[in-house]
DNA sequence: TCATTAACACGGG
DNA sequence: CCCGTGTTAATGA
């Protein structure tokens, strides 16, 4: 475990601040699929991303959710830090996108090693703006462009997160994240399937 | 015009 | 049989 933590965050932390998480974090791991941080939840910990991906999504009031990012390792959640230095409930529903290995940090360790790590604290502001720049890149997604552009940019994400052309999911997944109805994923990935951008199966496309 | 909703048929596991 | 998929028709923004 410490070694995950070395080689993920080896370069950006100094090694006493590196031996202090691995002192005072807990190692967890979960499956794909689980919900980690549900909306309305009071957050009592910080989760480092180790390995694997995680998605954030965020919740209507009808119950549907819009997906807004993804943390991948190496990251930290933003809206966990504000609700922690807030203390206020989670705005948000993560849940993990690969099998995914946490270190949870308690809330206490967060401010104490602001003001005693310079690198924790570059971490931290660098996390809220890496987090701001890929929100409004969603913002930009949602407001200017069409769904079929939409479904362009998941995809190419989902390719990145995964490290494969091979995306096991199904259209009403899609629809679901991108916040849209099956019909419309059906009809535009058969379009991307004639323009030869893609192959279809059961369960699974392929990204030409 | 394009998204949504409902409905139906087909086929694979 | 259930679920994922492809398609259509009606309706609405």
Redesign the pocket.
């Known amino acids: 475990m410490l070694q995950e933590l070395k080689d993920n965050y080896g370069s950006q932390f100094e090694p006493a601040l590196i031996e202090e998480m691995g002192r005072v974090g807990t190692f967890m791991e979960a499956p794909e699929g689980k919900d980690l941080i549900r909306p309305g939840q009071y957050i009592k910990s910080v989760p480092l991303l180790l390995s694997g991906s995680i998605k954030i999504l965020r919740p209507d009031a009808n119950g549907d959710e819009l997906l807004l990012y993804h943390l991948e390792k190496g990251d930290t959640c933003a809206m966990t830090l504000t609700c922690c230095i807030g203390s206020t409930k989670s705005e948000i529903h993560a849940i993990s996108e690969t099998d995914v290995k946490l270190l949870m940090i308690p809330i206490g360790k967060i401010e104490e090693w602001a003001s005693k790590y310079k690198t924790w604290r570059n971490f931290v502001f660098s996390t809220y703006q890496t987090r701001m720049m890929e929100m409004l890149e969603s913002i930009d997604n949602i407001a200017f462009h069409?769904?079929?552009e939409r479904l362009k940019s998941y995809l190419e994400n989902k390719i990145e997160i995964l490290n494969s052309k091979h995306i096991y999911?199904?259209?009403?997944?899609i629809?679901s994240d991108l916040?849209?109805?099956?019909?419309?994923i059906?009809?535009?990935?058969?379009k991307m399937?004639n323009e030869n951008l893609i192959k279809?199966?059961?369960?699974?496309?392929e990204v030409v």
């Not at 999911?169 to 997944?173: F, L, P, Q």
């Not at 059906?186 to 058969?190: D, E, M, N, P, Q």
């Not at 279809?200 to 496309?205: A, G, M």
């Open positions: 069409n769904m079929d999911i199904t259209h009403k997944e629809a916040h849209t109805s099956r019909v419309v059906s009809r535009l990935l058969k399937e279809l199966h059961r369960s699974f496309i």
